[in-house]
């Protein structure tokens, strides 16, 4: 079944030699039932709740992630689209679920047909700067996408290995790192994290910790915080100046949002893409700035 | 008669929709007495949390918890 149990819709006679109906109107439940089968079909979603309130005397109001992808389209190439929002859920006076309007966090005007909302799915499937697929990616837990920065959530601390960028955009540090984990036998990581005068390949969240690093080496191993992070992305090459400007960009959109930096916050550079990367719009970067007491529902 | 949710399992006396009996059998709407109503609140809420995550997967919502008129819509669906 696809999102139908329970159904009482038409079609269910078991009959297979009707001809296909057409899509019914969502405001039955029959077209209630269809938009999710569609959505289901084409779209593969990843449906995250993150809670339930009581909104007025007969409403409710959930709160979701929700992640997509196009089905028909191998993994590695079909564009990732990702959703945070709420829903408000209205129940008649028999007491069933007869209202749900959904908003998304990334748009402001949410009213139908709303272009700015079609622009912010446009770009998730226009962007060619993705996090590459076949490595590990200390993703963190999508908890809300907004037009400009994501807000995700490390339950737990982020465990590096860490060593003196140095000059050079932390060349000097690379190598070193690269070595510590590559004799280990661990696939290279990705993001690699700057910021803060260091050069970090995230650890794997799980697992017997590392042997120590040789001590001529530099390194060291770490945690960083857990936490909520905003996650501001730009793409190209990841530059000093061009780090510095993504900064100052999300401060501001968090400002704008009403959201707080935590005052220990590192800023971090995050960066996903090697130097085989050479196209600038499909090299994918972020700022990492930890939020202080960021609050899902406000 | 068919299977139960787990979740219904253990949470059917909040709802009481999961009572036995399989999806499909459950929502016939010919043979099935209608669901109880109660009072919105921490009981509706509780059914949400257990049913919502199924909207994606193959058990899918408990069509029965809807009315028959149901008013969709999002910023870029009506």
Same mark, same amino acid.
């Given at each position: 079944?696809?999102?139908?149990?329970?159904?009482?819709?038409?079609?269910?006679?078991?009959?297979?030699?009707?001809?296909?109906?057409?899509?019914?109107?969502?405001?039955?439940?029959?077209?209630?039932?269809?938009?999710?089968?569609?959505?289901?079909?084409?779209?593969?979603?990843?449906?995250?709740?993150?809670?339930?309130?009581?909104?007025?005397?007969?409403?409710?109001?959930?709160?979701?992630?929700?992640?997509?992808?196009?089905?028909?389209?191998?993994?590695s190439?079909?564009p990732?689209?990702?959703?945070?929002?709420?829903?408000?859920?209205?129940?008649?006076?028999?007491?069933?679920?007869?209202?749900?309007?959904?908003?998304?966090?990334?748009?402001?005007?949410?009213?139908?047909?709303?272009?700015?909302?079609?622009?912010?799915?446009?770009?998730?499937v226009?962007?060619?700067?993705?996090?590459?697929?076949?490595?590990?990616?200390?993703?963190?837990?999508?908890?809300?996408?907004?037009?400009?920065?994501?807000?995700?959530?490390?339950?737990?601390?982020?465990?590096?290995?860490?060593?003196?960028?140095?000059?050079?955009?932390?060349?000097a540090?690379?190598?070193?790192?690269?070595?510590?984990?590559?004799?280990?036998?661990?696939?290279?990581?990705?993001?690699?994290?700057?910021?803060?005068?260091?050069?970090?390949?995230?650890?794997?969240?799980?697992?017997?910790?590392?042997?120590?690093?040789?001590?001529?080496?530099?390194?060291?191993?770490?945690?960083?915080?857990?936490?909520?992070?905003?996650c501001?992305?730009?793409t190209?090459?990841?530059?000093?100046?061009?780090?510095?400007?993504?900064?100052?960009?999300?401060?501001?959109?968090?400002?704008?949002?009403?959201?707080?930096?935590?005052?220990?916050?590192?800023?971090?550079?995050?960066?996903?893409?090697?130097?085989?990367?050479?196209?600038?719009p499909?090299?994918?970067?972020?700022?990492?700035?930890?939020?202080?007491?960021?609050?899902?529902?406000? | 008669?068919? #299977?139960?949710? &787990?979740?219904? +399992?253990?949470?059917? =006396?909040?709802? %009481?929709?999961?009572?036995?009996?399989?999806?499909?059998?459950?929502?016939?709407?010919? #043979?099935?007495? &209608?669901?109880? +109503?109660?009072?919105? =609140?921490?009981? %509706?809420?509780?059914?949400?949390?257990?049913?919502?995550?199924?909207?994606?997967?193959?058990?899918g919502?408990?069509?029965? +918890?809807?009315?028959?008129?149901?008013?969709?819509?999002?910023?870029?669906t009506?």
């Amino acid at each position: 079944m696809r999102g139908e149990r329970g159904s009482a819709a038409a079609g269910e006679d078991g009959n297979k030699t009707h001809p296909p109906s057409p899509p019914p109107r969502y405001s039955t439940l029959a077209g209630y039932k269809f938009n999710i089968a569609a959505l289901r079909r084409v779209f593969s979603p990843t449906f995250i709740l993150r809670g339930v309130r009581q909104t007025g005397p007969r409403e409710l109001t959930t709160r979701w992630t929700m992640r997509m992808r196009v089905a028909a389209l191998p993994a590695s190439i079909a564009p990732a689209l990702a959703f945070t929002g709420t829903s408000v859920m209205r129940v008649d006076a028999e007491g069933k679920f007869c209202y749900h309007a959904d908003t998304w966090d990334a748009v402001t005007n949410q009213a139908y047909f709303s272009a700015e909302a079609a622009a912010h799915v446009a770009r998730q499937v226009a962007t060619l700067a993705r996090p590459p697929a076949a490595v590990a990616v200390a993703a963190g837990d999508l908890l809300r996408k907004a037009a400009k920065f994501e807000v995700r959530r490390f339950e737990t601390p982020l465990r590096v290995a860490s060593c003196a960028a140095g000059g050079g955009a932390g060349f000097a540090a690379f190598k070193p790192l690269v070595d510590y984990i590559t004799d280990r036998g661990v696939a290279m990581p990705t993001p690699v994290l700057g910021g803060g005068g260091a050069l970090r390949f995230v650890r794997p969240p799980a697992g017997a910790p590392p042997p120590p690093p040789p001590p001529d080496s530099g390194i060291t191993l770490a945690d960083l915080p857990a936490g909520d992070y905003a996650c501001g992305a730009f793409t190209g090459f990841a530059g000093d100046a061009a780090a510095a400007r993504a900064e100052s960009r999300l401060r501001a959109d968090l400002a704008a949002a009403g959201l707080s930096v935590a005052p220990d916050a590192t800023p971090f550079l995050a960066v996903y893409n090697g130097p085989d990367t050479l196209l600038p719009p499909a090299r994918l970067n972020e700022v990492w700035l930890r939020l202080q007491d960021f609050d899902l529902w406000a | 008669m068919g #299977t139960r949710r &787990p979740h219904d +399992a253990v949470h059917g =006396g909040v709802w %009481r929709i999961g009572a036995g009996g399989s999806g499909t059998e459950r929502g016939n709407a010919a #043979t099935d007495p &209608p669901p109880p +109503a109660p009072p919105l =609140g921490q009981d %509706r809420a509780a059914f949400l949390e257990r049913d919502l995550p199924h909207l994606f997967d193959d058990v899918g919502i408990d069509a029965r +918890a809807y009315a028959d008129a149901v008013e969709f819509l999002d910023p870029i669906t009506k």
